[in-house]
């Protein structure tokens, strides 16, 4: 799934704001929606992996809350590596998978256009 395009067929900035938290995935689909038809798989690719994100960072957010402080640390940083992860593949123009989550959540997520 590593499509190859030139930098001004995507939109890197969708990209890189769909990993940044809550707000900055909204951002990203604002972005997203008020320019679709310029828009093409690179920028849906990345809307999705940031969407699994987030829903995952609340969901690990809420089982943390009832787990020992060091298990809840640990899904913390666990999501801030994959968003770190994902945010250098997006600024890098790539579509790569989040490793071990990425495939699960695109799938989940595929049909959101």
């Known amino acids: 799934m590593d499509e190859q395009l030139t930098n001004n067929q995507k939109d890197k900035t969708i990209g890189v704001l769909a990993y940044l938290f809550p707000i900055g995935w909204i951002i990203a689909f604002v972005l997203y929606n008020n320019k679709k038809e310029q828009c093409g798989e690179y920028e849906l690719f990345h809307l999705r992996q940031g969407l699994g994100l987030q829903v995952l960072s609340i969901v690990l957010f809420i089982i943390g809350i009832f787990l020992p402080f060091h298990l809840g ?6 999501v801030l590596a994959f968003m770190i992860i994902g945010l250098i593949g997006a600024n890098n123009g790539e579509q790569k998978f989040l490793p071990g989550i990425g495939e699960f959540l695109h799938n989940i997520f595929k049909d959101i256009k």
Do not use: G, K, S, V
Not at 73 to 78: D, G, K, N, Y
């Open 73 to 78: 640390t640990i899904f913390r940083l666990a």
